[in-house]
């Protein structure tokens, strides 16, 4: 597509230069990070590092002011409201908790029900089961049909008065699969039920606007995003923040501690004790300018190019399926076998370094709905090519035929 220049953005990534012949189809699980972002980490270290909110020299200002900045970049990408809307975390997982914690403790009671979806990544779906079991919560699950897709008239059917959450993914990290997430937003909303989305893997691919999708909260992992690790972010609403207690403490989340009693600081530090990930904070803000920069309309297109290319590809093959079908599913593709195991084809296809993933894709309940031991899945992002996926369909040909 002459929109989309990816021979340019591939110069970008310094990994992908050093290791040309490296197919790489495993960015669900991760991405790689362009200059922009390694360079401004190194630019944070060695120009502005001091302990952030803390002191009162020049330094601990540009650290500072590096990492609020880093928060409104992120607030900015999003679409929300308010900088003071953006919680930094280590990551989707960390987010996940931090909403069981501290709003699932102090607004849920025995009885209460929350909604997950099948399509559910572990991370989604442990944290409400722990909290589920702590304050006798009752969950229940969207099922999905044939396709792939949720069966959205037995979630109307779920929706009830004890109704409380509805948790779900915005793009199935292990199938594809892009639930309707406005309809189900606002059917969660006319039952006075809050929403919380998953855009861990969305992030990399879709606009995501806060305001337009209308949840209460929303959480991803900077390093699926082109970002550093070790750092994410949880988006609430303003006035939910506000009414949520803290969940760890420490430093940075207090107002005044004494013996007798402490005092916390508003949103979002009381949810930020300790040292903060600054520079992988700043690495991230640098990710979503990076994307942010880019035409989003025409990398969308060129992602769904490549998926549609592998798809017909892998349907040209003996004895492969395509799990998951339903119209509008992401960049990311999960293959099954009828004569051979995924992990076998996987090794096989390592052996011609293209790096795939293979397994349950910490989606299990997922993986035994479909009776499946696990797929083999290819995942896609703005760097990868029409001649990586040709390389792979044809290692997966030679594969299979060995195999076989
Ligand atoms: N949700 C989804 C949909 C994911 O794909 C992942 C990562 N595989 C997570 C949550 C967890 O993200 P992290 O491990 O970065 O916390």
């Keep these: 597509s002459p929109a989309f220049d990816v021979a340019a953005l591939r110069e970008q990534f310094p990994l992908l230069c050093a290791q040309p012949a490296l197919v790489y189809l495993d960015n669900a699980a991760t991405t790689h990070k362009p200059r922009a972002v390694l360079d401004a980490e190194r630019r944070f270290y060695e120009t502005s590092n001091a302990n952030v909110h803390r002191s009162v020299h020049r330094l601990a200002h540009a650290a500072t002011d590096a990492f609020e900045n880093a928060r409104s970049t992120i607030a900015r990408f999003l679409n929300a409201h308010d900088a003071r809307e953006i919680v930094f975390t280590r990551g989707t997982t960390e987010a996940i908790n931090l909403v069981a914690q501290s709003w699932g403790r102090s607004q849920l009671h025995a009885g209460d029900e929350i909604i997950l979806t099948m399509l559910e990544h572990h991370a989604n779906i442990v944290p409400w089961q722990m909290l589920a079991a702590e304050r006798g919560l009752t969950l229940r699950v969207v099922e999905l049909q044939p396709d792939g897709s ?79 690790t070790g750092i994410g972010a949880l988006w609430a609403r ?109 090794q096989f296809l390592d052996a011609r370094d293209i790096a795939v993933r293979v397994g349950t894709h910490c989606a299990q309940p997922l993986m035994e709905t479909l009776q499946l031991p696990g797929t083999l899945r290819i995942s896609l992002c703005a760097y990868n090519t029409v001649t990586e996926v040709e390389a792979l369909l044809s290692a997966l040909a030679d594969t299979l035929e060995w195999l076989q």
């Design 238 to 346: 303003g006035d939910l923040l506000a009414g949520m207690p803290p969940w760890q403490g420490g430093g940075e989340m207090i107002e005044r501690v004494s013996f007798s009693g402490t005092t916390y600081q508003a949103p979002p530090y009381r949810f930020e004790a300790g040292t903060p990930p600054m520079a992988q904070a700043v690495g991230l803000a640098a990710a979503l300018d990076w994307l942010g920069a880019l035409d989003r309309p025409a990398l969308a297109a060129y992602e769904d190019m490549l998926r549609a290319t592998l798809e017909h590809g892998l349907a040209a093959l003996p004895g492969v399926r395509v799990v998951g079908t339903a119209p509008g599913k992401g960049p990311l593709v999960s293959a099954a076998f009828e004569q051979a195991h995924p992990f076998d084809v996987a």
């Design 150 to 228: 949720l069966d959205l008239a037995q979630f109307r059917q779920l929706m009830g008065s004890r109704t409380r959450l509805l948790a779900v993914t915005a793009l199935s990290n292990a199938i594809g699969t892009r639930p309707p997430l406005r309809e189900m937003i606002d059917t969660a909303h006319r039952h006075g039920a809050r929403v919380l989305v998953d855009a861990a893997q969305a992030m990399a691919h879709d606009i995501i606007d806060v305001q337009d999708l209308d949840a209460d909260f929303l959480v991803f992992s900077g390093h699926k995003v082109f970002g550093p």
